[in-house]
């Protein structure tokens, strides 16, 4: 198979309309083999009007894809109805979470709940029911969502099987869907280990902004379980190096760990979104963020709980509109952005296997990059000067300045 000189394959990719820059690097494994990947920089007009083309249809996709893995999650756990911690696998080993970590985090979480003195309780996202088991029996009422309808229909069979769960409802709805519940009929909203799965922070504001009309006052928001976005860097550093081979280099042990930053594809927030909250929702008076308690490293290290109080109609002095989206691009502008952006990785992910494909079909036959990495302008300037160039054939660089 014959090798494409270098500025063949950078031209290819950047006569495609999305991609200002490109760069092609030659990687090596830790046994010393070589191959090419190849680094794209998007125009971030293009990636903005990507973004806003493809999101409905993104949003659907990415629901349908975590109702597909959670009804294969729950149908391969076959033991019966009974809530159990099917799905729950480190980032660290690939295996399943230990059992006794599991209980006491799922112990932590449930008195973090019953502290706040709710007897009508609204989980969305309830999943196998872990928390329904533990809070329902002692509830006047208690309504779960979720988007599963195997996890939907597991949790009314088993309901019905226990008489102090036999007044619990469920709903088969994805977070943004509340229609037909009535408003303050609840006094917690539980959002638990759910949003890191949403498409966006836009959408867990749109959550936010309808769940507090269905809060009592006095009553409170519970968002349990939020990657926090300052430990990011962190969390993919202490992964990246648990799962490196030993003959790894720290060169590409740093690229690992950026790549993994940038192409985040779960919902990772920042807690300064949630104080800016107080400030743009109605009702919501304050939010306190907690540290997470446990023995589990993984479960607690990385992640944070918040505690929102809904009041009545009470908007701060401060607050100047009820969108917390223009101040959001404020901040993002000038002290980084509020939470990892997945509608943006997933577009990137999407169009680097593009790009992929319309290198295959231009070149059929010839040796090509074994991937095309598409990133934000800001990524790639980050990453391109640790790049390694890949040689060009003999006389590239002279047609490159023949062809200025």
């Not at 939020?226 to 280099?249: C, I, M, Y």
């Not at 304050?286 to 607690?300: H, I, P, Q």
């Not at 997945?342 to 296997?353: I, R, S, Y």
Request: proline share 6%.
């Amino acid at each position: 198979m014959g090798a494409l000189p270098m500025n063949e394959i950078e031209r290819a990719l950047m006569a495609h309309p999305d991609v200002t820059k490109a760069f092609l690097s030659l990687e090596q494994t830790h046994d010393g083999r070589q191959f090419k990947i190849a680094f794209v920089a998007i125009d971030p007009d293009r990636l903005s009007a990507g973004k806003s083309k493809r999101l409905q249809a993104e949003t659907d996709r990415r629901v349908g894809q975590w109702r597909r893995a959670f009804d294969q999650a729950y149908r391969h756990d076959a033991d019966g109805y009974a809530p159990s911690f099917v799905g729950w696998t480190s980032n660290f080993t690939n295996r399943p979470i230990p059992e006794p970590d599991m209980v006491d985090w799922l112990d932590h979480t449930v008195r973090q709940i019953r502290a706040l003195g709710a007897r009508r309780i609204l989980e969305i996202g309830c999943g196998v029911g872990l928390l329904v088991e533990k809070l329902a029996p002692s509830c006047e009422t208690y309504c779960g969502t979720d988007l599963s309808p195997v996890a939907v229909h597991r949790l009314r069979a088993f309901a019905q099987s226990r008489p102090e769960l036999r007044h619990v409802e469920f709903l088969e709805r994805e977070a943004t869907d509340l229609r037909g519940l009535s408003p303050h009929s609840f006094d917690a909203v539980v959002l638990n280990s759910v949003v890191q799965y949403f498409p966006g922070i836009e959408y867990l504001h749109s959550v936010l902004e309808q769940a507090v009309d269905l809060v009592a006052p006095g009553g409170h928001i519970f968002v349990g379980d939020v990657r926090n976005l300052e430990l990011l860097p962190v969390f993919h550093r202490e992964v990246q190096s648990a799962k490196a081979s030993p003959g790894a280099t720290d060169a590409s042990l740093e690229r690992k760990i950026f790549l993994s930053i940038a192409q985040e594809r779960e919902l990772v927030i920042d807690p300064c979104y949630f104080q800016g909250v107080a400030e743009s929702i109605p009702r919501i008076s304050r939010a306190e963020v907690l540290l997470k308690r446990g023995s589990s490293y993984e479960l607690t290290r990385y992640r944070y709980d918040v505690v929102m109080r809904v009041d009545h109609q009470a908007v701060p002095a401060c607050r100047e509109n009820n969108s917390l989206v223009p101040q959001m691009k404020h901040w993002a502008s000038e002290s980084g952005p509020m939470a990892t952006d997945p509608m943006a990785a997933a577009f990137l992910q999407h169009l680097g296997m593009e790009l992929g494909n319309v290198l295959r079909t231009q070149f059929p036959g010839l040796e090509l990059p074994a991937a095309v990495i598409a990133l934000n302008q800001r990524d790639f300037a980050e990453i391109a000067p640790s790049l390694s160039s890949a040689p060009d054939e003999p006389g590239s660089h002279e047609a490159d300045e023949a062809a200025i």
